[in-house]
C-alpha cells in the first residue's frame, strides 16, 4: 500500500522558510508524478507545485520563492518555501499521480493518492 506522510516546521513569520517533506512507503514512486497542493480556509485546493523526472512546475503566486525537489533514494519529496507571506497560509497536501510521468496534471482531482496535510500559518 502506497503511504504519503508529510512533516515540517508549521508556523512562521512573514518573510521567513519552511521546509516541507512527505515521505512515501510502499512503492517505487520515483518514475511518477508528485505534487504540492494547498487549501485555505474556505477555498479549493490548489497546485502548488509539480515534479517528474526533473521537470517542475509552479503555480505563479509561489515563482521564485518555492522550490519542489525529490530525493528517490530517500523516497522523499520536499517543498521549500522561503519568502513566506500571510497568503500562504494554509492545509498543505503531498500528492502521487500513478497514471503520469511526464506532463503532471495541474488538477488535485487527477492524484489518486494523498498524504494527511501539515498546516502552515504565516503570521506576524
Known amino acids: 500500500e502506497v503511504r504519503l506522510v508529510e512533516s515540517g516546521e508549521t508556523s512562521v513569520q512573514p518573510g521567513g522558510s519552511l521546509r516541507l517533506s512527505c515521505a512515501a512507503s510502499g512503492y517505487d514512486y520515483s518514475g511518477y508524478c508528485m505534487g504540492w497542493f494547498r487549501q485555505a480556509p474556505g477555498k479549493e485546493r490548489e497546485g502548488v507545485a509539480t515534479?517528474?523526472?526533473?521537470?517542475?512546475r509552479y503555480a505563479d503566486s509561489v515563482k521564485g520563492r518555492f522550490t519542489i525537489s525529490k530525493d528517490n533514494a530517500k523516497n522523499t519529496l520536499y517543498l521549500q518555501m522561503n519568502s513566506l507571506k500571510p497568503e500562504d497560509t494554509g492545509m498543505y497536501f503531498c500528492a502521487l499521480d500513478m497514471e503520469r510521468s511526464f506532463l503532471c496534471n495541474w488538477a488535485p482531482g487527477a492524484y489518486g493518492r494523498w498524504g494527511q496535510g501539515t498546516q502552515v500559518t504565516v503570521s506576524s
Open positions: 515534479v517528474s523526472n526533473g521537470f517542475t
